[in-house]
């Protein structure tokens, strides 16, 4: 199936865009109604039906539904709500969607007004033309991803599960174009590592900073511990994501995770530091809390470790490993939370849609699954259905390293282009899952 790329589609996402960055939907608070209407009245003058959720009034969620037969169900899913913005340092004012130098600028134009816009675009568009999937299409504009307080997906799943249960999904989550030693890939992440900080408590005894032999300083202690646990290095395996991402990266089947990562560093550094994370878990000991005064030795310092673990693996198969590596002291082990830690197969129709939309827009490119080291709202669905869903929404023109250094930064704006072909990837995506 060709993909077509339409620049009144384009510019329809554009005019939409633009006016759902001039709707302040920073979270907290989130006022996420603000966006739900303002798709709700653009769907429905497009005959898309359209209802909203809402726990509390503020905070509604937006489900629309191109109703099908019998068969699976794609759902388009994504997020309203966007991270603060500090206009100080921004070239443009956050919430203008000013249209400058072929990109939109505000506060969500990556991150993701620009895929909702797309979405909605691509669920309207299709309704003009009577398209009639074989399955429901259905579009979710969730509240309140960022910071996650059951307004959003979560709570819709649990408490409204038949408004977005379906088979396949499309959020965000990747869709970056890389050209590695020679080869073309768009990562699309199929899973997501699990979030699973942790707090060390390290107790010693205070006492007067002028006189440290009397004391038992608690923050001498805990640099053992944090020493310990940088120099650890934990198992590694090839998950059947990474498996696949570095045959793609080297066009080769590795035997082993050391050649496989040998491998990627051959083909280009970035390669490596991309696919090293996806082995194993990873540990960052990234804040400590100690004595409130210079002049008072600790009897207690506080680490928090942030803490990815692989999908399948969970907070209380790897305690025993730490406990290992931090040895026989008076610590205290504390998981702070657990999230995530996802994944779906790449044996799907969804999957195919994906493939067959890269190889349209650019030949002898390929795509190439990546599990992610966040979690997005596509753990709820895995978890309450078994979705199969995908962070795709493909970008081209924008340089992904720019993007990245973008997304809950200053100056975050999207290129005109890239809006165009993400809108195009989910009319093909419909068509193909759906037709
Ligand atoms: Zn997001």
């Not at 966007?82 to 340092?89: G, N, P, Q, Y």
Request: one cysteine or more.
């Amino acid at each position: 199936m060709a993909a077509e790329l339409s620049d009144t589609l384009r510019d329809e996402t554009v005019g939409l865009l633009q006016e759902l960055i001039r709707l302040d939907t920073v979270n907290p608070p989130g006022n996420e109604t603000r966006a739900a209407e303002l798709l709700r009245s653009y769907l429905e003058a497009n005959g898309v039906a359209c209802e909203l959720f809402a726990k509390v009034p503020d905070r509604a969620n937006l489900v629309a539904r191109i109703p099908g037969g019998d068969g699976p169900a794609l759902l388009l899913l994504s997020h309203t709500d966007t991270v603060l913005a500090d206009a100080s340092e921004w070239l443009v004012d956050p919430w203008s969607g000013e249209l400058r130098d072929d990109h939109v600028w505000g506060r969500g134009a990556l991150d993701m007004k620009g895929q909702v816009a797309a979405s909605a675009v691509a669920m309207a568009s299709l309704a003009r033309e009577g398209f009639r999937p074989s399955g429901d299409l259905i579009f979710a504009a969730a509240a309140d991803e960022e910071v996650g307080e059951d307004f959003g997906l979560q709570w819709l799943v649990r408490e409204h599960p038949d408004a977005v249960r379906a088979e396949y999904a499309i959020n965000e989550g990747a869709g970056d174009r890389l050209e590695l030693g020679g080869r073309v890939l768009y990562l699309c992440s199929t899973a997501e590592k699990m979030s699973a900080p942790f707090r060390l408590g390290v107790f010693g005894r205070s006492g007067h900073a002028s006189m440290p032999g009397i004391a038992d300083n608690a923050l001498v202690k805990a640099a053992g511990l944090i020493e310990a646990l940088a120099a650890y290095e934990p198992e590694r395996s090839l998950g059947p994501e990474t498996t696949a991402l570095l045959e793609a990266l080297t066009g080769e089947t590795a035997s082993g995770v050391d050649e496989a990562l040998a491998r990627a560093r051959a083909v280009h550094p970035l390669a490596g530091a991309l696919v090293e994370p996806l082995l194993s878990l990873t540990l960052s000991p990234t804040m400590a809390e100690a004595s409130q005064k210079r002049n008072v030795i600790p009897a207690r310092c506080d680490v928090t470790v942030d803490c990815r673990l692989l999908p399948g693996q969970l907070p209380a198969d790897v305690e025993p490993l730490l406990r290992d590596v931090l040895g026989d002291g008076t610590y205290s082990l504390e998981w702070i939370e657990a999230y995530g830690g996802t994944r779906s197969t790449m044996e799907s129709p969804l999957w195919d849609a994906v493939a067959g939309f890269v190889e349209a827009i650019e030949p002898g490119a390929m795509a190439a699954p990546v599990m992610v080291a966040g979690f997005t709202d596509s753990h709820w669905l895995r978890e309450a259905f078994g979705t199969v869903a995908y962070g795709f929404f493909p970008m081209r023109t924008m340089d992904p390293e720019l993007a990245a250094r973008l997304v809950h930064s200053a100056d975050e704006r999207v290129h005109v282009a890239d809006l165009g072909l993400g809108v195009s990837f989910l009319r093909h995506a419909a068509r193909a899952v759906l037709g």
